[in-house]
């Protein structure tokens, strides 16, 4: 039986201040996040239909769809979570509400990774480009994020999720980083579904920071120049937190036709996937319809088939 | 007579096409496009033709491209040619296409040929090492030949792979910053990139893959970050102007929406 030690205190409602607006959060048992304007333009309820994680098992392993097939299914799936801002906007809502949504999309995602055998799930949360952003927003997604992490904790355990965070952590808030590290340590012998989250990460910095370690390991001696290679790059990356660090699949939603600089060296061979969705709306037929592709390919990693 | 009507219909396909480009030219053209040339020996596979067929129904269509380019006033093409996962094929594949390979390298050295007419640079980018040593001469050859030649850059990947280029430049990133006598100093992104075998040219616009396969195949993974990537059904002998047209369509209203979400930042 896995004792969860999260402090008491870090399930407390919360009020969360932002310049000059004042917004108000209650995560409350009833599962409505509930969002209100200073200035009075009234209560905003996004009632999320489910704000847990509902538990599954092995014994509860979905069978899967119709057309897909067990051994066909991608070890590795990573996601690029594009399309809250747009989504939010195109309802009339705030972009905060995109990504509020966008949360309840994921809980989804990685609901059917660990019910089809899906064994690891990369999502692109937050970009070191995106630290251009206004830092409102900045703001709102670091501290959504850090408060789902808390909530999200004790049904991640119980099923048997481990989490792994990825990323440039220099210049995320000291409360989170506590977080992160605490998840990470309760979590860390899960074996059912590891999902890592990219956050404050690029591609191009996951490589400089292992040529970064490597240099440093050449300069105190311990390996020399001639022997760095692929492996030993592939050892440094940040992805070495899992057995899996190559994505078979790359799912990318609102329709935009490129990787933004996620995971540079581990989609050498990643199948992509492009949906036209933007991800809030991007739910289980998506999935499905980015799998059924995915064992439709016919992968040869430079060789011939026969 | 036959002769003559042929011409004509050339004459009219040339000048149709110039109006084209024309009217393509008024909105904002990529600089660099890249090609993933798939599929050339599933189209000799459809046709019935004997294998080598393929590859050499392959060099034409890059012909055609490289032409089209050039008219467009495209500063920079690059291209996939061998990949060093393909050195795993079938020895007589391999061998055959390091032939073909060969003989137009060396074709690209007569007066005649495109990269005289059009004034084009060619790089090879690579691990050349790993080629016959007939093959690394001839492109070495070219290499300087064409030193000189300004109008248009033309960069072949051979026995290339993108995590190779990205250990060589790692490895050379890391003797600098050994030799350096500032020992405090870390390694920026700046120092990898300027290893990179391709810091010759910019980072492509666009990436095109024909035959449909959506996948980068360890290609430029450290360059196509922010490219947009363009996967067209047709093997690569088939492809044509309509495809690169259509490319070239997507990425000015994807620029444009880009660089509207850029000021809004």
Redesign the interface.
């Known amino acids: 039986m896995l004792s969860l030690r999260v402090p008491p205190t870090s399930f407390n409602f919360r009020r969360f201040h932002a310049g000059a607006l004042e917004r108000r959060w209650r995560l409350g048992r009833d599962s409505l996040l509930y969002f209100s304007h200073r200035r009075g333009t009234g209560l905003l309820g996004v009632r999320s239909a489910k704000s847990e994680m509902a538990p599954f098992t092995a014994a509860e392993e979905e069978t899967l769809p119709e057309g897909l097939q067990r051994e066909l299914m991608p070890k590795h799936v990573a996601v690029i979570m594009d399309g809250n801002g747009r989504w939010a906007k195109n309802k009339g809502l705030q972009p905060w509400d995109g990504h509020r949504a966008g949360v309840e999309a994921l809980r989804e995602i990685v609901e059917l990774c660990g019910k089809w055998g899906i064994q690891v799930l990369t999502v692109f949360a937050f970009s070191t480009d995106n630290w251009i952003r206004p830092k409102i927003e900045i703001d709102f997604l670091l501290s959504l994020f850090e408060r789902t992490l808390k909530s999200e904790l004790e049904t991640l355990a119980k099923n048997n999720v481990r989490i792994s965070i990825i990323g440039d952590s220099s210049k995320l808030p000291k409360s989170l980083l506590k977080v992160i590290n605490e998840v990470e340590e309760v979590t860390k012998n899960n074996t059912r579904l590891q999902l890592i989250v990219a956050v404050g990460y690029s591609g191009k910095y996951d490589v400089l920071q292992a040529c970064r370690g490597i240099a440093q390991r050449v300069k105190d001696g311990e390996i020399k120049v001639e022997e760095i290679d692929e492996r030993l790059i592939e050892q440094e990356l940040e992805t070495n937190c899992t057995e899996f660090p190559y994505p078979d699949l790359l799912i990318r939603t609102s329709g935009e036709l490129r990787v933004s600089n996620f995971l540079l060296w581990q989609l050498a061979y990643t199948e992509l996937f492009f949906a036209q969705e933007l991800w809030p709306d991007f739910g289980r037929s998506g999935f499905i319809e980015a799998l059924m592709s995915f064992q439709q390919r016919q992968r040869r990693f430079g060789g011939r088939k026969s | 007579m036959s002769g003559g009507v042929s011409q004509l219909l050339e004459q009219i396909h040339m000048f149709s096409r110039r109006c084209l480009f024309r009217v393509i030219s008024m909105g904002p053209l990529p600089i660099h496009l890249a090609f993933i040339m798939d599929g050339n ?1 599933r189209y000799a596979k459809k046709l019935g033709l004997e294998d080598g067929s393929g590859h050499k129904a392959g060099f034409s269509a890059l012909m055609t491209m490289l032409q089209y380019c050039y008219e467009l006033g495209i500063k920079y093409v690059t291209i996939y040619a061998f ?4 050195f ?3 020895p007589e ?1 391999v061998q055959s296409l390091m032939d073909l390979m060969l003989v137009k390298i060396k074709s690209l050295l007569d007066k005649e040929s495109i990269v005289h007419e059009y004034g084009i640079r060619v790089y090879f980018i690579g691990n050349l090492g790993l080629l016959s040593d007939q093959v690394r001469a001839a492109a070495e050859e070219v290499m300087k030949a064409t030193a000189e030649n300004c109008r248009v850059v033309l960069l072949v990947c051979v026995a290339y792979n ?3 280029e ?2 060589q430049a ?2 050379r ?3 600098n ?2 030799a350096d006598r500032d ?1 405090e100093r ?4 700046v120092d ?1 990139e300027e290893n990179m075998q391709m810091s010759v040219a910019p980072e492509p616009d666009i990436l095109i893959r024909s035959s449909g ?6 290609f430029l ?2 360059q ?7 996967s067209p059904g047709a093997l690569w002998p088939e492809i044509g102007l309509r495809h690169l047209v259509w490319a070239i369509l ?1 990425f000015q209203r ?1 620029h444009s929406y880009l660089e509207k979400r850029k000021k809004q ?1």
Request: aromatic letters at 6%; glycine letters at 4%; proline letters at 0%.
């Open positions: 020996r990949s060093i996962d393909n795993r094929r079938k594949e993108s995590t190779d990205i250990v790692v490895k990133s890391c003797m910053n050994k020992g870390r390694i920026q992104l990898i396969e959506t996948r980068l195949s360890n993974l450290w196509t970050g922010s490219s947009q990537l363009f997507n994807s930042f």
